[in-house]
């Protein structure tokens, strides 16, 4: 992995400025340096010294060194922002000084739900009594979690990333504190520490923004209902959850509407896709219409609508298909859903032999045993991949 140190001075040697004077959230246009023209030369020169392809489509999304350093590694898009309150959300100690006497930090929460638009989701990490800032709390609106106690906010942090089943590498920590800052990247280090005053635009590139963008907080907030309607049934062993969810699903080819988030899941998606491949949109809309097919999922259920959720790519190979990808969102795993959208395929598939593979990468373990479960025989196996067969229809 390429230190953030190394990575500093990598660029600061491509824009002819002093290290010293960059950072992760150093953006395009935020220094006279980085103009268009450098901006170009940046791209150029991250795939000549680290053999990063940046497809062409997405060079304009690519506007902060944060963006080229997580590509340079690797690393997974940021999905969550972890704010303190007392002198953050606010200006002022709530417990101390009273709701009334506090001020909002209007520019920061103008730019927290402008993300929250975005599909951002805001968790709030306070120590404090819950009592103190709970109008507060509940007046700004936009958090789908929240932890407001006296325990460590790293320990909290990993708490809600449990609950909200995601990585803590997928959240940003915002605190006016300098303790609480080094403190949380010392105990979680995956954790993205901002500076501040923040610069998130580094973290959250602005691009097109999906229906399911638009209401991610929502169903985050259905998926806690679910996990209580689940909880009070007990023994789901003797419950038919698909049909007691109200649960279901459209399974239909791939629309030229649904193209940007097909792109967007394919780039987010870790622990629910069999190989992890990361496309462009301009790679997606060549499937229309190309050699082979393109499937994706609507799901819903009594608690709400969850958007498209899942995309099975195959391809034609001699005497049937191969699927080459199988992603789907984490929040529909586990409740029959594949199952259904594989028996609706197959059907449009019609009499034939179809390969899958599941490639191993660091997180996608939840889903290794996914075509087993769809009725494929495993035909080789090594540390690092499986590979599959099935004869349909």
């Not at 606010?90 to 417990?95: E, I, L, P, Q, S």
């Not at 700004?140 to 407001?148: K, L, P, S």
């Not at 080094?182 to 901002?194: C, G, Q, W």
Request: glycine residues 10%; negative net charge; contains cysteine.
């Amino acid at each position: 992995m390429v230190s953030e140190r190394d990575f500093l001075d990598f660029a600061a040697g491509v824009f002819g400025v002093s290290p010293g004077g960059l950072s992760l959230e150093t953006t395009l246009g935020s220094i006279p340096e980085w103009d268009s023209m450098a901006h170009l030369r940046l791209v150029m020169s991250v795939q000549s010294e680290y053999g990063v392809e940046i497809p062409f489509a997405d060079v304009t999304n690519v506007t902060s060194l944060w963006e080229f350093y997580r590509r340079v590694n690797g690393l997974s898009p940021k999905k969550v922002v972890a704010v303190d309150l007392d002198g953050t959300l606010w200006d002022g100690v709530a417990g101390e000084d009273g709701v009334d006497a506090v001020r909002p930090n209007a520019a920061f929460q103008s730019k927290l739900k402008e993300l929250k638009d975005r599909g951002v989701l805001l968790v709030a990490l306070s120590k404090n009594n819950f009592g103190d800032v709970r109008e507060l709390v509940e007046a700004f609106g936009d958090f789908v979690a929240w932890r407001i106690d006296w325990k460590g906010k790293a320990e909290n942090l990993a708490d809600v990333a449990a609950e909200l089943n995601l990585g803590v590498d997928s959240f940003v920590f915002v605190d006016d504190n300098p303790a609480e800052r080094i403190e949380m990247k010392a105990r979680l280090p995956a954790v993205t520490v901002a500076s501040f005053p923040p610069n998130l635009d580094a973290y959250f590139p602005t691009g097109v923004v999906t229906e399911e963008d638009r209401a991610k907080t929502e169903e985050y907030r259905a998926e806690a209902k679910r996990r209580e309607w689940a909880a009070s049934l007990g023994d789901l062993g003797k419950v038919d959850v698909w049909k007691e969810l109200g649960a279901w699903v459209d399974v239909h080819e791939l629309r030229e509407d649904e193209v940007p988030r097909v792109a967007q899941l394919s780039q987010k998606a870790n622990q629910f896709s069999v190989c992890t491949n990361r496309y462009a949109e301009s790679d997606v809309r060549g499937w229309i219409g190309g050699i082979g097919r393109a499937f994706v999922a609507r799901a819903g259920d009594k608690f709400g609508e969850q958007g498209l959720v899942l995309f099975v790519r195959v391809v034609l190979i001699d005497g049937g298909f191969e699927i080459v990808d199988w992603t789907m969102s984490c929040r529909v795993a586990g409740r029959g859903l594949e199952e259904r959208v594989w028996a609706e395929i197959a059907a449009r598939l019609g009499s034939c032999k179809v390969a899958a593979t599941w490639r191993r990468t660091e997180r996608n373990a939840p889903v290794s045993d996914l075509f087993e479960r769809l009725g494929f025989a495993v035909v080789s196996e090594t540390e690092g991949e499986k590979k599959y067969g099935q004869s349909i229809g």
